[in-house]
């Protein structure tokens, strides 16, 4: 596993829907987000393969935390959310 609990990480902006058929596991609105890594969840088959049913590797799974008002614009602080995402999405951030 690439990323420790506490790592602040970054979703990539990426959008591979643009490049052809694809399914995509990672929400369009955390796309740039910057959060935290919670806690890694082990190695899991990538469902974005598995729905094509195509070989899947094992991709490593976090639960990463995100700043509420700053993704939505709204909430108190302190208002979180936590979101399962495949390592392949994720970049540290420096």
Request: proline fraction near 11%; include cysteine; hydrophobic fraction near 35%.
């Amino acid at each position: 596993m690439r990323f420790a609990a506490g790592t602040p990480v970054r979703v990539k902006r990426d959008f591979p829907e643009l490049r052809g058929p694809c399914h995509i596991r990672t929400p369009h609105y955390l796309r740039g987000s910057s959060g935290v890594v919670e806690r890694p969840l082990g190695a899991h088959p990538n469902p974005e393969d598995l729905a094509f049913g195509r070989p899947a590797a094992r991709v490593p799974l976090y639960h990463v935390r995100f700043e509420q008002p700053a993704l939505f614009g709204e909430g108190a602080s302190g208002d979180t959310l936590l979101v399962e995402i495949f390592e392949h999405w994720l970049e540290e951030m420096h």
